[in-house]
């Protein structure tokens, strides 16, 4: 059996992409499967809009993600000698020949093709004729000599059997006049040689495969399976767009997605095994196959990503989420702050932290619902807390302090007892008090329940924070 080599190779003019993401997982997750490898190639013949910021943030993310590459990253610029030679050798053999077309005349193809509302397609005016017929100081471009006979026919493992007229297949270029190599080319040479065995990839490259099976009939090589699935639509079937979640993965990263939660989420975007939905990766590896890939547009669902993210966020252990937090605060605009205050009330935000994971649906929702532990006295209230402190709100504090220092021991049901029957005694609802007590103790209008805020933040920290609230009624 043929050894399986998938590859990821991504374009390094922007950041990795969630669809880039998905394409990279795939790739990974069917070359675990099957035992293989997956390289990755970083495809930077674009010289002008590759940069260094954007190779980084692909490895960066890749890494994130826990999606690894077997062997050294593969740059496909420094293999350009060898694309040329490619080029050169079916040149010498009558597979390509050199094309003196001028800008001028392929610019006038361009608009003769949009006018008659044609796709644009060489006309071949060199495929035939005499290199010395060549107008003088004219650069030329090498093109394959593609057949103009039968159909070009792939069997795609997602897509099934694709075939395209070889009557409506130009010749393309494999070398610019520059003598740069084109895509296409590079692409062929670069999985030939690498013993690329399955190429997977999204189907808006479904037209390239034609192109370059081409060229491999042409070079006699063996042309690896293709698999082109399906690309990501926003959840109203529309092109995925930022307002769907068309991002860059540092950005879900920045938003506090876990990359477990989110590597679970990629897989069941076009791909599904019955009705399961959370997958550990090792599930992943043992189950996942081209054959069970659709064929319809996959649809991004923010709302079932951060629900599938709560899932992971409330099964991780306390350490494993303040570790999680930690990862996470080099990447947000404030998290040196965060950091440096965390680091003075680790014990009390462990303590804590089983509860705020249970209403928390991603890293930064956790780290706000923790922020009333973090935050100094006396606590800044906002404005929806500041609305539940009115004079007879914070009149009704005082008179809760007063009970409040009679408790012992301090423990969520001998606070609940107490609060209970001191709204009852105000013949009031216990939300009557606990509102006013919660904006005073956490400068906000939610959070935990209020008994886990008390007991949380322990009978003298809770005492002096109402304390604050009912002095500044006082000085008002």
């Known amino acids: 059996m043929t050894a399986i080599v998938t590859r990821f190779a991504p374009s390094p003019t922007g950041f990795l992409h969630i669809g880039g993401a998905r394409t990279a997982l795939f790739n990974w997750l069917y070359a675990r499967h099957h035992g293989g490898k997956m390289l990755l190639r970083i495809e930077d013949t674009d010289r002008q809009r590759s940069t260094k910021e954007a190779i980084d943030a692909i490895l960066d993310g890749l890494s994130w993600l826990e999606i690894g590459w077997d062997g050294e990253v593969l740059y496909q610029f420094s293999r350009a000698a060898r694309h040329r030679e490619v080029a050169e050798a079916l040149l010498a053999v009558g597979h390509a020949y050199r094309c003196f077309a ?28 005499d290199p010395a017929e060549a107008p003088a100081g004219v650069a030329p471009a090498i093109r394959l000599k593609a057949r103009q006979d039968g159909e070009t026919v792939v069997e795609d493992l997602v897509q099934g059997r694709v075939a395209w007229k070889n009557a409506e297949l130009d010749d393309l270029v494999l070398l610019r006049s520059d003598g740069n190599p084109t895509y296409m080319l590079s692409v062929v040479v670069d999985d030939h040689d690498t013993g690329i065995s399955h190429v997977i990839r999204g189907d808006d490259h479904l037209n390239n495969a034609a ?25 109203d079937g529309s092109k995925l767009s930022k307002r769907h979640g068309a991002l860059g993965v540092e950005a879900y990263r920045a938003m506090g997605f876990l990359p477990a939660a989110l590597r679970n989420y990629l897989v069941r975007l076009g791909w ?20 069970r890939v659709g064929r319809s547009a996959a649809r991004f669902d923010f709302a079932k990503l951060e629900s599938l993210n709560g899932i992971y966020l409330r099964a991780m252990s306390n350490d494993e989420a303040l570790a999680a937090i930690e990862q996470l ?14 680091n003075n009330k680790r014990e009390l935000l462990n303590t804590a932290m089983s509860g705020l994971k249970e209403r928390a649906k991603t890293l930064v929702e956790l780290i706000d619902s923790a922020n009333y532990l973090l935050v100094d006295r006396p606590l800044e209230l906002d404005d929806k807390a500041q609305g539940l402190l009115a004079p007879e709100a914070r009149a009704l ?13 301090w423990t969520v049901e ?22 006013p007590l919660r904006a005073a103790l956490t400068g906000r ?6 008994f886990d805020v008390l007991t949380v933040l322990g009978k003298p920290e809770s005492l002096a924070r109402l304390k604050d609230q009912v002095g500044v009624a006082a000085t008002a």
Not at 211 to 235: F, K, N, S, V
Not at 329 to 342: E, F, T, V
Not at 397 to 409: C, G, M, Q, S, Y
């Open 397 to 409: 504090v005082a008179r809760v302090i007063k009970l409040l220092e009679t408790v012992d021991p």
């Open 445 to 450: 209008s939610t959070s935990p329940g209020i």
């Open 211 to 235: 192109r370059q099976a081409q060229i491999y009939e042409a070079l006699g090589w063996e042309i690896p399976r293709m698999a082109h699935i399906p690309l990501i639509h926003g959840p």
């Open 414 to 435: 001998a606070t609940e007892t107490a609060m209970r029957a001191f709204a009852e005694r105000e013949g009031v609802k216990l939300a009557a008090v606990a509102q």
């Open 102 to 129: 001028t800008p001028e005349e392929l610019q006038a193809m361009r608009e003769a093709a949009r006018r008659e509302g044609k796709s644009f397609r060489y006309d071949g005016r060199w495929r035939d004729r």
């Open 329 to 342: 605060l080099p990447h947000l605009p404030d998290g040196r702050k965060i950091a440096a205050r965390i």
């Open 272 to 291: 599904s095994h019955g009705d399961q939905e959370v997958f550990t990766t090792e599930e992943m590896v043992a189950l996942f196959d081209l054959d």
